[in-house]
Each structure stands twice: as C-alpha cells, then as structure tokens.
C-alpha cells in the first residue's frame, strides 16, 4: 500500500491509498466511501482486490478522518463538494496515470450519489453500487423513518447549530461531520426528492448522461436501504444507467451479519467474489 496526498483544485490535501498488485491485470477500481466511513474500512477489501490483479484507489473525503483539519467547527465541506471536488481530483488521477487501464468504480451509500456531480464518471466502464437509495424518509421502513425524522430534523440541526459541526459518532453514525455535509445529509433524509436535489443545488449535473451498466448490492439485513429508495435512485438520479439488482442474504455470511457496512469487513471476505465476478 502507498500513501499518497493529493491536491483538490482549491488546494486541499485529500489523503489517498494505492493498493497495487504483483501482476497487474489493466484494471483499476476507485472506491467512494460512504458517509462518515474512514478509508480504512475497505483495506482488507481493496488488498483483496489486488491479489486479484485489481489496481485499488482508497480516499477519505474532505472532513472525514485524515482528510479533515484540526477542528471541523465552521469547516467548509458538503457532499456537494466532495463530487464536485474530492471525487474530480481522484478521477483526473486516474485519466493522468491509468490511460491504458479498464475503469470501474465502487459507491458505497453516498459514494454512488456523487458521481452525478462530475464529468468524469464516463471514464468507468461499470459502477459497483453497494448500500445505496434516495435515502427520503418516504422511501424507509416506518420505524426507521420515525428515528432518521426526529434524528435529521431535530438533532443534527440542534447539534450542528451549537457545535458548528455534526457529532454523527455520537449517534451511531460514523464519523463527525462538517456542517455542509450534515445538513446535505439532511436533505437526502427530509427532502422528497432527495438525491435529485443535491443534483439541482450544483452547477452541473451530469447524472442523466451516465449510460454504463451499473451493478446494485444490498443486504438483506440492511435497515436503511429499500428497494422502493434504490428504484427511486435509479429511475429519477439516474434513469439512463443499465441496472442488475443483486440482494445479499444474511445466509450468505458466515456471521450473518450484513448490515449497512459489513459487506467490507474481512470476516466476510467469501462475499467479495460478488464484485470480483462483475468486474
């Protein structure tokens, strides 16, 4: 593994890992992490990859882990700027260095929302989609949608508004988050057409220009995906991709254990060869 920085084009240093393999087989994979989600998370996942021949791309976005200041109060970051910054940065790496190279990309929650948001998404020739929806509270089990109405509408603002940043951790979800991206998050939860307005608050927005296949994972034990917020996902962000569905059972896990996160945790390793089949 190598440790790479690279620099957004408003100079911000976005901490990067390569994972490359002995033999390689001209394919490279970007991974978008999801929410709150440290890079670290996909290691064992991106190392299993290149064993497999696989060149492997690791970053961890503006504000979260080792690519966030010293203190996140009144720090400028938004998911809006992670696809139209963070993401572009590590797609112009790819072009500089992997000309000759097979392109994919893994989204992982957000990590798919945002590739709408930079133009440079046509360079993949297949999207890996894990755990990913129009996150509306409309499109969630009721129970689940009961804790993300009063956790988004009333705690994160609450929050937010005397910290200067989300405490996520503090409620389960991950790492803190810059402001920006927490009330981002927050129009995923609370705004009808969630992704799509993201998509509407850019300059511009390239996800009904995206035509590749795009190949959809979801557990069956995860709590926060459905599949009426991945066909709302699919048919309104992005309407023009050529999507296969694929739902992992508990079953399928040697801990039974899925969730929003696990598919990347070692003990499921006999899962990966989901992916490794597609690519």
């Given at each position: 593994?190598?440790?790479?920085?690279?620099?957004?084009?408003?100079?911000?240093?976005?901490?990067?890992?390569?994972f490359?393999?002995?033999?390689?087989?001209?394919?490279?994979?970007?991974?978008?992490?999801?929410?709150?989600?440290?890079?670290?998370?996909?290691?064992?996942?991106?190392?299993?990859?290149?064993?497999?021949?696989?060149?492997?791309?690791?970053y961890d976005y503006r504000g979260i882990n080792e690519?966030?200041?010293?203190n996140l109060k009144g720090f400028n970051a938004s998911m809006r700027i992670w696809g139209?910054?963070?993401?572009?940065?590590?797609?112009?790496?790819i072009k500089q260095n992997y000309q000759n190279y097979r392109k994919f990309c893994l989204g992982h929650s957000v990590g798919a929302l945002i590739l709408g948001m930079n133009e440079d998404s046509i360079i993949f020739e297949?999207?890996?989609?894990?755990?990913?929806?129009?996150?509306?509270?409309?499109?969630?089990?009721?129970?689940?949608?009961v804790t993300a109405f009063f956790g988004f509408g009333v705690a994160l603002p609450a929050t937010t508004k005397l910290l200067g940043y989300f405490p996520a951790h503090f409620f389960g979800l991950g790492e803190s988050l810059p402001k920006g991206v927490a009330y981002d998050w927050r129009t995923l939860i609370l705004n009808k057409k969630s992704t799509s307005r993201l998509f509407e608050k850019i300059e511009?927005?390239?996800?009904?220009?995206?035509?590749?296949?795009?190949?959809?994972?979801?557990?069956?034990?995860?709590?926060?995906?459905?599949?009426?917020?991945?066909?709302?996902?699919?048919?309104?962000?992005?309407?023009?991709?050529?999507?296969?569905?694929?739902?992992?059972?508990?079953?399928e896990s040697p801990k039974r254990e899925i969730g929003h996160i696990n598919f990347f945790r070692s003990f499921n390793k006999i899962l990966w060869n989901i992916v490794l089949d597609e690519l």
């Amino acid at each position: 593994m190598k440790e790479l920085t690279l620099k957004t084009s408003d100079n911000f240093p976005l901490s990067v890992k390569l994972f490359e393999p002995e033999i390689s087989n001209g394919k490279v994979l970007l991974i978008n992490s999801a929410t709150g989600v440290k890079q670290q998370v996909y290691f064992s996942f991106a190392k299993y990859l290149a064993e497999n021949g696989y060149t492997v791309l690791t970053y961890d976005y503006r504000g979260i882990n080792e690519s966030k200041p010293q203190n996140l109060k009144g720090f400028n970051a938004s998911m809006r700027i992670w696809g139209t910054k963070g993401y572009k940065t590590l797609t112009n790496f790819i072009k500089q260095n992997y000309q000759n190279y097979r392109k994919f990309c893994l989204g992982h929650s957000v990590g798919a929302l945002i590739l709408g948001m930079n133009e440079d998404s046509i360079i993949f020739e297949k999207f890996i989609f894990v755990g990913t929806q129009d996150a509306y509270i409309g499109n969630l089990p009721w129970k689940v949608a009961v804790t993300a109405f009063f956790g988004f509408g009333v705690a994160l603002p609450a929050t937010t508004k005397l910290l200067g940043y989300f405490p996520a951790h503090f409620f389960g979800l991950g790492e803190s988050l810059p402001k920006g991206v927490a009330y981002d998050w927050r129009t995923l939860i609370l705004n009808k057409k969630s992704t799509s307005r993201l998509f509407e608050k850019i300059e511009n927005d390239y996800s009904k220009t995206l035509t590749q296949e795009a190949f959809i994972i979801h557990a069956e034990d995860d709590p926060w995906v459905t599949k009426k917020g991945m066909e709302s996902l699919m048919n309104k962000g992005y309407p023009n991709l050529k999507k296969t569905y694929r739902e992992v059972k508990v079953s399928e896990s040697p801990k039974r254990e899925i969730g929003h996160i696990n598919f990347f945790r070692s003990f499921n390793k006999i899962l990966w060869n989901i992916v490794l089949d597609e690519l």
